[in-house]
């Protein structure tokens, strides 16, 4: 069963770093693209960053480009996403999720999520 | 960016009911279109990709269609299980885009 189980978010206050992990298994985890997405309390998905499966490839939203790395580790099978500068605007629960097939941009499954607050 | 616009923004229905979905392109995107079903507190889950096929696991009952910038989601008989939110999210090109989602909720 192909499993995503995020860990790594809290509460930070704004200017601050955090970083993200998602921990894969039951499928070859460097075969395959991955992203993160983040969604604020009560509104709507937002795509953040993916990277592809070697890691060589890598794209972001203009909102978080220059603050936010993504990157991955495949021996260990996890993806991360370092946040750095952080704001109160990005606060949301972030999602990572695996893509279907190879240049496919669509996602499944996805992680339960962790909360990150940003706030004084 | 390609804008991605859902219609409506909530629909009430009763179990039974055929309900309907709109996601509208603001530029041509052929099939690369997905979309997604969120029950609160959950993530999403993928239920149509490339437009009209469905995921594996994914009741008959829902079905996707449309290419270019105009396509639907129908749920032909809507179970109590289906009361959620669903987005739309274009594949086509970078950056990534999801609709605004659709809150279907219980008449």
């Known amino acids: 069963e192909v499993q995503l189980v995020e860990s790594g978010g809290g509460l930070v206050q704004p200017g601050g770093s955090l970083r993200l992990s998602c921990a894969a298994s039951?499928?070859?985890?460097?075969?395959?693209?991955m992203i993160w997405v983040r969604q604020a309390p009560g509104k709507g998905l937002e795509w953040v960053s993916t990277?592809?499966?070697?890691?060589?490839?890598?794209y972001y939203a203009d909102s978080v480009k220059g603050r936010i790395t993504i990157s991955r580790d495949n021996s260990k099978s996890t993806l991360y996403l370092q946040m750095n500068s952080l704001r109160v605007e990005d606060t949301a629960a972030y999602y990572c999720?695996?893509?279907?097939?190879?240049?496919?941009?669509?996602?499944?499954?996805w992680g339960q999520g962790t909360p990150v607050t940003v706030s004084s | 960016d390609i804008q991605m616009t859902q219609s409506p923004s909530s629909v009430s229905a009763s179990v039974g009911d055929r309900v309907t979905i709109t996601c509208r392109a603001s530029?041509?995107?052929?099939?690369?279109l997905a979309w997604y079903q969120q029950k609160p507190g959950k993530a999403p889950r993928l239920l149509i990709y490339?437009?009209?096929s469905l995921q594996s696991g994914v009741p008959s009952r829902f079905s996707g269609s449309g290419s270019g910038t105009d396509f639907t989601l129908t749920i032909s008989s809507l179970q109590p299980e289906d009361f959620a939110t669903y987005y739309c999210?274009?594949?086509?090109?970078?950056?990534?885009?999801f609709g605004q989602g659709t809150r279907l909720e219980i008449k």
């Open positions: 999720a695996k893509y279907v097939a190879d240049g496919k941009r669509w996602f499944d499954p």
């Open positions: 039951g499928f070859s985890f460097s075969s395959y693209a």
């Open positions: 990277i592809s499966g070697s890691g060589s490839n890598t």
């Open positions: 530029q041509g995107i052929n099939s690369w």
């Open positions: 490339a437009a009209s």
């Open positions: 999210q274009q594949a086509n090109s970078f950056p990534i885009t």
